[in-house]
């Protein structure tokens, strides 16, 4: 069974204070966080925050073993950078095997998820030099079970999605959804195999980074990492940024320019950087609609299409603005002068 197919875990509070207590000898108040496919909880103890994550029953330890493995090559290579730090249980053991489900500890980073925290310029610039750090840390960093090339949301899988198209509802947003894909199949995609790969964190959206003030003081959920071009990592966070934003340009300028000031990207790479960041929404626009079809009640409906409008909106103003001035644009950005 897939892991999306499986139901997360839904262990009662006296379960995970049991489970704390037996594996990692911790206590504390608990709270419950968000989570789609796993099990989650915030404990607040005496000698700090942990998240405790328990993994769906589906879930294969050894990605869970990847994802540790990630914090850890982070920690060793730039230990300020604020990602979770891996907390250690029973005889020195990273993971726990209970009732079918793989259990860790990581540390709690405070702050505002992205989405809701007020915004600057100094935040989007500070966000393009966190995920740079993140790049950098990461070089030469491999691992078998990074390498996922048929995973749903890899950015380098991005047509595997163009089967959904027929789903989406409404005909003026399927012509424009064709209108990427065409020009990702045209123009995108066959420059994509003479670019860098590297593992990534693949998901760095607004309600993946925690801030505080004009500052980035966490990158969370590590559950999508995988192998994939490496000028994805920026392109699937700038996607999500510029969603909805007043001044796309200023938001896109200070993102781009303080990334490359920490980890340069080609010429060619950011070409087609606002393309990727196009396809990224693209893709959730299709996914979306498949998953909405089969949805269980018209409110789980609802809920699986919440965030297509802003997408679609704002697809629709790259469209209108033109993807080639964009590319010119983010080369400049870059550090690269304009032809």
Same mark, same amino acid.
């Given at each position: 069974?897939?892991v999306?197919?499986?139901?997360p875990?839904?262990f009662?509070?006296?379960q995970l204070?049991?489970i704390?207590?037996?594996y990692?000898d911790?206590?504390g108040?608990?709270?419950?966080?968000?989570?789609e496919?796993d099990?989650n909880?915030?404990?607040?103890?005496d000698?700090? =925050?942990?998240?405790?994550k328990i993994a769906?029953?589906?879930?294969n330890k050894k990605?869970i073993?990847?994802?540790?493995a990630?914090?850890n090559?982070i920690a060793?290579?730039?230990p300020?950078?604020?990602?979770?730090?891996?907390?250690?249980?029973a005889n020195?053991?990273?993971?726990f095997?209970?009732l079918?489900?793989?259990?860790?500890l990581?540390?709690f980073?405070?702050?505002?998820?992205?989405n809701?925290?007020p915004?600057?310029?100094?935040l989007y610039? @500070?966000?393009g030099c966190f995920?740079?750090?993140?790049s950098?840390?990461?070089i030469?960093f @491999?691992?078998?079970?990074?390498h996922?090339? =048929?995973?749903l949301?890899?950015? @380098?899988n991005a047509?595997?999605?163009k089967?959904?198209?027929d789903?989406i509802?409404?005909d003026e947003?399927r012509e424009?959804?064709?209108?990427?894909?065409?020009?990702y =199949?045209t123009k995108v995609a066959p420059r994509?195999?003479?670019m860098r790969?590297?593992?990534i964190?693949?998901?760095a959206n607004?309600?993946?980074?925690?801030?505080q003030?004009?500052?980035?003081?966490?990158?969370?959920?590590?559950?999508?990492?995988?192998?994939?071009k490496?000028v994805? =990592?920026?392109?699937?966070?700038?996607g999500?940024?510029i969603?909805?934003v007043?001044?796309?340009y200023?938001?896109?300028?200070?993102?781009i320019?303080?990334?490359?000031?920490?980890?340069a990207?080609?010429?060619?790479e950011?070409?087609v950087? /606002?393309?990727?960041?196009?396809m990224?929404?693209?893709?959730?626009?299709?996914?979306?609609?498949?998953?909405a079809i089969? $949805?269980?009640?018209?409110?789980?409906k609802?809920?699986?299409?919440i965030?297509?409008?802003?997408?679609?909106?704002?697809?629709?103003?790259?469209?209108?603005i033109d993807?080639?001035?964009?590319s010119? /644009? $983010?080369?400049?950005?870059?550090g690269?002068k304009?032809?």
């Amino acid at each position: 069974m897939e892991v999306f197919e499986s139901k997360p875990p839904a262990f009662t509070d006296d379960q995970l204070c049991e489970i704390l207590k037996t594996y990692f000898d911790r206590e504390g108040d608990i709270k419950a966080l968000v989570s789609e496919r796993d099990q989650n909880a915030r404990l607040i103890s005496d000698d700090g =925050e942990y998240v405790l994550k328990i993994a769906n029953i589906a879930e294969n330890k050894k990605f869970i073993e990847f994802q540790n493995a990630v914090l850890n090559h982070i920690a060793k290579f730039d230990p300020d950078l604020a990602v979770p730090v891996v907390i250690k249980g029973a005889n020195g053991a990273e993971i726990f095997d209970h009732l079918g489900h793989s259990i860790r500890l990581i540390s709690f980073l405070k702050g505002d998820i992205f989405n809701s925290a007020p915004k600057s310029t100094a935040l989007y610039e @500070d966000l393009g030099c966190f995920l740079g750090r993140f790049s950098k840390a990461m070089i030469g960093f @491999d691992h078998a079970q990074a390498h996922q090339p =048929e995973f749903l949301w890899n950015l @380098d899988n991005a047509l595997f999605t163009k089967q959904y198209i027929d789903d989406i509802e409404n005909d003026e947003n399927r012509e424009l959804i064709k209108y990427f894909y065409n020009r990702y =199949e045209t123009k995108v995609a066959p420059r994509l195999k003479a670019m860098r790969s590297a593992v990534i964190h693949s998901d760095a959206n607004d309600f993946n980074v925690v801030a505080q003030g004009d500052k980035i003081s966490g990158l969370i959920d590590f559950g999508d990492m995988l192998y994939a071009k490496q000028v994805n =990592e920026l392109a699937i966070s700038l996607g999500y940024v510029i969603m909805d934003v007043d001044d796309l340009y200023n938001v896109s300028n200070a993102m781009i320019s303080s990334y490359t000031q920490v980890f340069a990207l080609t010429e060619d790479e950011l070409e087609v950087l /606002f393309d990727l960041a196009a396809m990224r929404l693209v893709m959730s626009v299709c996914i979306s609609s498949n998953r909405a079809i089969k $949805a269980s009640s018209e409110k789980h409906k609802e809920y699986l299409l919440i965030t297509q409008a802003p997408a679609l909106r704002t697809l629709r103003r790259l469209k209108d603005i033109d993807m080639s001035s964009l590319s010119s /644009f $983010a080369k400049k950005a870059g550090g690269f002068k304009a032809a």
